[in-house]
């Protein structure tokens, strides 16, 4: 009876899910735009709300619910002070690329982020490395999110680990390739309601079970002092690594292809300024309210081995089953609407970015391939999810790690091409071809070989060697062709 308990909110989630997958195949059966722009883009019609969970729901992920909140739990008050530098993602992405980035691909017909990056820059290579750079490291961010919401579902229910991870996949597979786009924003505004709901219950259940805030703080205190200092033990959280933390999940985030793509997606100039601000307040009570909840845990449970599973297991320990169930179609919402977002993007850069550019041209534009033209999109879909799927099943360790991994790597190749590409116009094709380049074998050699550079992430210096090279490179070449800069600016 508890299981079942514990498992309806879930299937409730679930039956909600798979009606908007319908829903939104039926939208796209009639629309009237080409099947590309539905399929990939939603028609471009978000408004304020759903632009703001959405981009809320993308960002946040199985690090944010899972990893993350671990990592608080043996480092302290530190880390949660630390996840505080993501509440101005929303603005960042939004203020940053929004109004110019909505009205230039308009302007240009642009799908994807590499659409843009390939109209503005007029080269192959640059479009080439642009999809293989989304497609490895999209893979990796999946894998995180697949492993994640399956260790959830295992911890809390009982059922093993490739159960969950069968049930959170099929589940995923089957309404990204159904409803393409506009199914992964409608879903991603019900799943950012069902993480607000899932945060408030899990914080709550905390400081219920621990006999309120001064009773947890002094169970601490006796545990660790140190749990309670900004630095947490053994200086984990040094003022370098918070600085280079803030590039890394704060400001370069513009650079994520799957938010970015959500600034091509909206209604109008008021959709955009509505989600700014809904989407702060909402990324700013996750972050606080999770993590806090996974460094409240230590005075509920001191004892607990391993970091991903701090949250499920204290979540069976404090809340009810029916509460435990809310709280455990939480972090699957998170981790449902991160691998969407990030399975139509890897997607879009197969069928849109490489086979419709330089495969077959004139797909797009003759109405008896379109039936073609969705069976390839559906199933390169189907296939990428999948791949992922396949791969998780033998997990590695700690997700919070692999996540940042792919959110470094796709930030060092599109951060400079996408900013510079819009707001500088002497930014020409080897400067955006030397930055995807240089930033992306920095990136990777730091990461292997280094570890953190002066305390600082290695996403710091990498980014500062890829801005360099970019401006370097296009002041030493020719200024990019004047229609280039016509169809951005005029």
Known sequence: MARFELLLPMILYLAVVYGLAVYSSRVMTKSKVGFVEEYFLGNRAMGGFVLAMT??????????FVGGPGVAYNVGLG?????????????????????KFAIVARKIK??????????????????????VGVIIFLVAAMVAQFIGGARVFEAVTGFPYEIGLIVFAVTVIIYTTVGGFRAVVLTDAVQGVVMTLGTAAILWGIIHFGGGMSSIVEQIKAVDPALLTPFGPNNAVAKPFVLSFWILVGFATVGLPYTAVRCMGYRDSRSMHQAIVIGTFVVGFLMLGMHLSGALSRAIDPNIKGADIVIPTITIKVLPPFLAGIFLAGPLAAIMSTIDSQLILASSAIVKDIYLNYVNPGAIDNPKRER??????????????IIVFAISFKPPSIIVWINLFALGGLESVFLWPIILGLYWKRANAP????????????????SNYVGRLWGMHVIVPSLLIALVAFVVVANLTPPPPQEAIRRIWE
């Open 55 to 64: 981009l809320v729901a993308t960002y946040t992920s199985a690090s944010s």
């Open 79 to 99: 880390w949660v002070l630390l996840a505080m530098v993501q509440v101005p993602v929303a603005y960042f992405t939004l203020g940053v690329l929004g109004k």
């Open 110 to 131: 642009a799908v994807t982020v590499t659409d843009f990056l390939r109209a503005r820059y007029e080269s192959p290579a640059v479009v080439i490395i642009a999809s």
């Open 372 to 385: 073609g033209l969705k069976r390839l999109s559906f199933l390169t879909t189907a296939i990428m999810g």
């Open 431 to 446: 400067g955006a071809l030397a930055s995807m380049v240089v930033g992306l074998v920095s990136f990777l050699l730091l």
